[in-house]
């Protein structure tokens, strides 16, 4: 792992520890997000709220003004508040990621099916990879249009070929909000 991912990750730890939506942040939040939209919003801890707003105002300093894509901002990461991760599973899961690429993933495979909480030393892994889904039935469900849905759901897909003229708006605006993702 480089030195500036380590100071990323660093800086991400601490903003996760004190980070708390302002007054200014929740009313910029009722702007973008329907009431249930909202509803969902507010089951996301303090910390997972500051994230997505600080992809939010990625994507606003970049002139984004794709109402999906700024909703898709604020509820990527919804999923998360189905089970609710503990700090430490969150360091274990960067630790992992780091030490073993490619093993959280494999570690993350959903064993059991439905809406029961995941158990054992594999949840951690099992929200992280599955919270993307969980998320797009929860913004879905909320009403959220379905490119919006879309993007919650593939937020952290890799796109194969990034340059390439034959990508979708879709991809397009996935590609943004992942950017943005990644330095948050």
């Known amino acids: 792992m480089s030195a ?11 903003q996760a520890l004190g980070s708390v ?7 910029l939040v009722s702007t973008l997000l329907a009431p249930p939209q909202q509803m969902i919003f507010q089951r996301m801890h ?14 606003l300093d970049q002139r984004e003004e794709q109402k999906d894509l700024l909703v898709a901002a604020l509820l990527h990461d919804v999923g998360k508040s189905r089970f609710p991760l503990h700090l430490w599973e969150r360091v274990m899961i960067v630790l992992a990621r780091v030490i073993c690429p490619g093993c959280g993933k494999r570690w993350g495979e959903r064993v059991i099916e439905g ?5 054992g030393w594999r949840r951690a892994f099992v929200i992280a990879e ?10 879905a469900e909320a ?7 879309n993007l919650i759901r593939r937020h952290q897909e890799l796109i194969p070929d990034s340059s390439s003229d034959e990508l979708t708006i879709e991809d397009r605006l996935l590609l ?3 950017a943005i993702d990644d330095e948050s």
């Open 4 to 14: 500036d991912r380590i100071l990323y990750r660093t800086r991400q730890f601490w």
């Open 21 to 27: 939506p302002s007054c200014d942040d929740i009313a």
């Open 46 to 59: 303090r910390s997972e709220q500051a994230h997505s707003l600080r992809v939010l105002y990625g994507l």
């Open 115 to 119: 809406n029961v909480a995941p158990r």
């Open 130 to 139: 599955e919270h993307p889904a969980w998320g797009a039935e929860m913004a």
């Open 143 to 149: 009403g959220c249009s379905r490119l919006t849905v």
């Open 176 to 178: 943004k909000l992942q």
